[in-house]
Structure formats: C-alpha cells, structure tokens
T-cell receptor
Framework: DVKVTQSSRYLVKRTGEKVFLECVQD?????MFWYRQDPGLGLRLIYF???????EKGDIPEGYSVSREKKERFSLILESASTNQTSMYLC????????????FGPGTRLTVT | RKEVEQDPGPFNVPEGATVAFNCTYS??????FFWYRQDCRKEPKLLMS???SGNEDGRFTAQLNRASQYISLLIRDSKLSDSATYLC???????????????FGKGTKLSVIP
C-alpha cells in the first residue's frame, strides 16, 4: 500500500511566522502535489513537482514556495503566514502511469492567528 | 463548461437504496477518470478509476460516456458507512509537463439514513 505521511496533523502559528509543512511518500513516485482544501472551494492545487528539484505552480501559488531535494520528500513553505492561509493542507503523490490516481496524506490543519 | 462539475447534493437516501451521482467534464481529450471518497475531516481516498466504458467493484459501478462527456457513480444497496463526500476527478486541462495533474470536483455529499 502507498503511504504518504505529513509532519503534523494540527498546527497553530502566528501571523508573520515562517511555516514548514513536510510530506514523505514511500512508493518512489515521481509526482508530488500540495493542495489546500477550504469549505465550498474544494481542493485547490498550490504547487506540484514531477521530479527532484523540479516544481511548477498550481492554481494558487501566491504566498507559498516548495522544495524537493529528495524524491520521497516534498515540502511546502509559507514564507510569512497570514490568517487567510488558515486551511487544511493535503499532500499527494502519484506514479505508475496516467491510469493511476493520486494518494493523499492525512492532511495538516493549519490555523494562523 | 467548467473543467469538472458535480451536483453538490446533499443526497439523503435510506439504507438499501440505489443512488447515482453524475459528473460532467470539459476536456474531451481526457482518457482516465477517478472517483474519490472523502470522509469528514479526512483525506480523499481513491475509490475507483474509469478509463474505458466503465468499471465495477462490488456495490459500486462507475460509467463513462465520452460522447456526452460525463461519468457516473452508482452505489447499490447503500450502507450507513457509505455516508461521505464523493469527488469526481479528471485530468487537468493543458497540463503539459504536469501530465499527472488532476482536477478535483467539489464533491457530492451523501448521507445514508437508517
């Protein structure tokens, strides 16, 4: 079974803090993704990576950056957290061809006060 | 037409009922599609993939209609444990190098009532 883990389930940070969210997958997948999910807005793609050190912006990259130094690890960075970044953050990975789906981690519920 | 569109529901059905969700998509070049299930405050989990005319797994059947550009999910003999939000997922339009990008619908909420 694919396993995707995220560093924290719940996180509370103050406005202006730098926040790191980490994601690790154990299936040697090339592709990894960061989403945020908000009520009524569904899943929105922030960034994705299709290889080590490669990244592409998703639909809502503003205020975020990412890092992928190793294939199994994909980090999301909030450079200066703001209250409108309070959300559920979900990491996913995908491999094995276009007929396979994405596998999600358990999510990090981030609150910025 | 939006990339992917679902009826948000909620669908409230009694145990044992059959319920069907439809989802429309705009990218006619899409080849593979997925249904995910998401429980409250949990991550989405892959339920079924659809890449030919359809796929069946126990009580669940997913069907694809390429001509009309919609996919459907049929749940037979509904159980209380089927209560969840069901997300329709299609390949992202024009994803280029990001060919593994997916676009998620906002989901259809199902409540199975005793």
């Amino acid at each position: 079974d694919v396993k995707v883990t995220q560093s924290s389930r719940y996180l509370v940070k103050r406005t202006g803090e730098k926040v790191f969210l980490e994601c690790v997958q154990d299936m040697d997948h090339e592709n990894m993704f960061w989403y945020r999910q908000d009520p009524g807005l569904g899943l929105r793609l922030i960034y994705f990576s299709y290889d080590v050190k490669m990244k592409e912006k998703g639909d809502i990259p503003e205020g975020y950056s990412v890092s992928r130094e190793k294939k199994e690890r994909f980090s999301l960075i909030l450079e200066s957290a703001s209250t409108n970044q309070t959300s559920m953050y979900l990491c996913a990975s995908r491999g094995g061809g276009p007929l396979t789906g994405q596998y999600f981690g358990p999510g990090t519920r981030l609150t910025v006060t | 037409r939006k990339e992917v569109e679902q009826d948000p529901g909620p669908f409230n059905v009694p145990e044992g009922a059959t319920v069907a969700f439809n989802c429309t998509y705009s990218n006619s070049a899409s080849q593979s599609f997925f249904w995910y299930r998401q429980d409250c405050r949990k991550e989405p989990k892959l339920l079924m993939s659809v890449y030919s005319s359809g796929n069946e797994d126990g009580r669940f059947t997913a069907q694809l209609n390429r001509a009309s550009q919609y996919i459907s999910l049929l749940i037979r003999d509904s159980k209380l444990s089927d209560s969840a939000t069901y997300l329709c997922v299609v390949p992202a339009r024009g994803s280029g190098a990001g060919s593994y990008q997916l676009t998620f619908g906002k989901g259809t909420k199902l409540s199975v009532i005793p």
